[in-house]
């Protein structure tokens, strides 16, 4: 029953169908595209293009319109329990939403010793804007401490037993990551709103998560979410952050203001659509489904080693049950190097990435090869991939 609703939701990517003999495996970095969200652009764009919020004349308003309908597809997508409160920004994905948090935000919210606490060992998206917004400070005069936020040695997810003894009275700012990019654990951000008490903002990082698995911000109590609609469907160049309150100092009047991607928004509210029907459960049991299969033959083979988040796990050795793993899978093999193998790899047709992944504190040399599903990957193509994988054992 699930191999039949995923194939017929496979057969809506025309990029992924018009290609049989090859294997998509980095949605990690971006996603495909479906027809809705093909049909909605080339809709909007020959039907009612024009500027948003400016208009005298129907196709403008319909534009306005629409800004205005993806807002509140946002909201609710994200289970939003008081949406006449939040805000949402569209953005050009996650690095653009982060760094409009940190400089918009958080620089006029916070004062001279107050303590904020950042990932670093997650994407550098969501390191370099809050060590930015601390240079700015600085500048003015303004000193706050960054700290990190501490990770467990096996899991990989944020140690909150050690966060517990860091969370001090002038701690105001927890920037956080919902599932690794590298390691494609769920970081548990849940248990961080006990460890910092209800008043601490909290910034999610939900790049990984948003189209695959369902995000609801009540349940995660969070401030802020931070993602990117590119890699869930919508057009390349799209993002949103939604703030739990609109009111207050949110972003800088002015900041965001100027012609929006709105052929871009139009994408995002086709795929937010598109994924809601599609079920975002039911979408994460299938990839997890899809990393299980993998993980579970890759770790029997000798030379590939899968990396956590701090600690790589040794051939062989099991992988953290507690924890589940969203469609991400990143390995070494002993003696290939990741870029090689990444060649190999698109030789049988499997694009995946090769890199360091810009993960924080990685170097160049940090290389190794990340395969990222998503629904539309399916059980034959992990088995081809792991029979090229062994053929290299
Ligand atoms: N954060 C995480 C966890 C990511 O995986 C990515 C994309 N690889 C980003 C941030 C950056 O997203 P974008 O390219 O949309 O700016």
Not at 26 to 37: C, F, G, I, L, Y
Not at 279 to 294: K, M, Y
Not at 340 to 367: P, T
């Amino acid at each position: 029953k699930e191999a039949l609703w995923q194939r017929e939701l496979r057969e809506q990517f025309p990029i992924v169908t018009a290609h049989p003999e090859s294997a998509y495996l980095d949605s990690a970095a971006t996603s495909q595209k479906p027809r809705a969200v093909l049909d909605a652009v080339q809709t909007y764009l020959t039907t009612s293009n024009a500027n948003a919020g400016r208009g005298t004349y129907p196709w403008a308003n319909r534009t306005t319109e629409l800004v205005a309908e993806t807002r509140q597809r946002v909201k609710e997508f994200l289970h939003d329990p008081a949406p006449d409160r939040s805000g949402v920004h569209f953005t050009s994905g996650t690095t653009e939403g982060l760094r409009g948090v940190a400089r918009d935000w958080l620089v006029p919210y916070l004062t001279d010793g107050d303590e904020i606490l950042v990932p670093h060992a997650d994407h550098r998206a969501n390191l370099d804007p809050w060590l930015e917004a601390q240079r700015l400070l600085a500048e003015r005069g303004v000193d706050i401490r960054v700290r990190a936020l501490p990770y467990q040695e096996v899991s990989g997810d944020y140690d909150h037993r050690v966060l517990d003894g860091i969370v001090g009275p002038r701690t105001r700012f927890v920037a956080a990551t919902h599932v690794h990019h590298v390691h494609g654990g769920d970081m548990n951000v849940h248990r961080i709103r006990a460890a910092v008490g209800p008043d601490v903002p909290i910034c999610l990082d939900a790049a990984q998560s948003v189209g695959h698995l369902p995000v609801d911000v009540g349940e995660l109590d969070v401030d802020f979410v931070v993602f990117s609609g590119h890699k869930a469907m919508a057009l390349p160049g799209t993002g949103a952050v939604w703030a739990r309150n609109a009111r207050g100092p949110v972003f800088r009047p002015g900041g965001w203001q100027g012609t929006p991607n709105t052929a871009g928004i139009v994408s995002l509210r086709a795929a937010l659509d598109w994924l809601e029907a599609a079920g975002p459960d039911r979408i994460a049991r299938w990839t997890a489904g899809l990393t299980g299969r993998l993980t579970d033959r890759l770790r029997h083979l000798d030379p590939y080693e899968i990396l956590g988040c701090q600690v790589s796990l040794a051939a062989g050795s099991a992988l953290p049950a507690a924890q589940r793993r969203h469609g991400i899978v990143t390995f070494r093999h002993r003696d290939i190097p990741s870029d090689d193998l990444g060649f190999i790899l698109y030789s049988h047709g499997f694009m995946v990435r090769a890199d360091n992944l810009c993960q924080a504190g990685r170097g160049e040399k940090d290389g190794s090869v990340r395969v990222s599903l998503h629904v539309y990957n399916t059980v034959e193509e992990v088995d081809r991939l792991l029979s090229v994988l062994e053929s290299l054992a």
